[in-house]
């Protein structure tokens, strides 16, 4: 199993371009989500899926779209990107929605935004 | 005020010793309470997790929760330079939550 993968591993855009970030697990999770990770800010919910069709926003959802068309994969687009969306996106899994705590992270896209 | 307050440190202490991480938090509904270890430029991973107020232990790795302070801590023992890394603890209102809080991570660093 690759786990959880994320593409690609660092990219700079220019403000106001649009991007996709992509996200892909193998291990027929139910449950996926985007994060983001600033410095003195833990990390931070950005949408979440509990299964293909299904996705729901988290903490801080402006500026990001997503889908969730099949089980395994769940990209997140960045309509318009803004120098504040400079950070580092992780993606992660779990089993389920309901009855599992542990999520499985991916490795992460550092994203600059200028 | 964050719901999770963790202390960014960065930690620095000398191989063998007891390394004490903590976090405090607000909202009384939290019952579900994880570590993760974060090493650099990778994804956090599941240390351990706890349900309501206790101790649990995992070899050298005991995660400890009093409700009653809303304070949560993890200790290391015979801290070994492959425990360097960044700690976030995390919480939940409910057992797979569709949402997890995390707190901002402590830097640690065990010297050799």
């Known amino acids: ?114 | 005020q964050k719901e999770v307050e963790q202390d960014p440190g960065p930690l620095s202490v000398p191989e063998g010793a007891i390394v004490s991480l903590n976090c405090t938090y607000s909202n009384s509904a939290f019952q579900y309470f994880m570590w993760y270890r974060q090493y650099s430029r990778k994804g956090p991973e599941l240390l351990m997790y706890t349900y309501s107020s206790g101790n649990k232990e995992d070899g050298r790795f005991t995660a400890q929760v009093d409700k009653s302070s809303k304070y949560i801590s993890l200790f290391i023992r015979d801290s070994q330079p492959s425990d360097s890394a960044t700690y976030l603890c995390a919480m939940s209102a409910a057992q797979g939550a569709q949402k997890l809080v995390f707190g901002q991570g402590t830097r640690l660093t065990i010297n050799p």
């Open chain 1, 1 to 114: 199993n690759a786990g959880v993968t994320q593409t690609p591993k660092f990219q700079v855009l220019k403000t106001g371009q649009s991007m996709t970030l992509q996200c892909a697990q193998d291990m027929n999770h139910e449950y996926m989500s985007w994060y983001r990770q600033d410095p003195g800010m833990g990390l931070r919910l950005i949408h979440y899926s509990v299964g293909a069709g299904i996705t729901d926003q988290g903490e801080v959802p402006n500026g990001y779209n997503v889908s969730r068309s099949t089980t395994e994969d769940f990209p997140l687009r960045l309509l318009s990107a803004a120098p504040s969306q400079t950070s580092v996106y992780f993606c992660a899994s779990r089993l389920d929605g309901r009855g599992e705590v542990e999520q499985y992270f991916g490795p992460g896209t550092r994203l600059t935004v200028t």
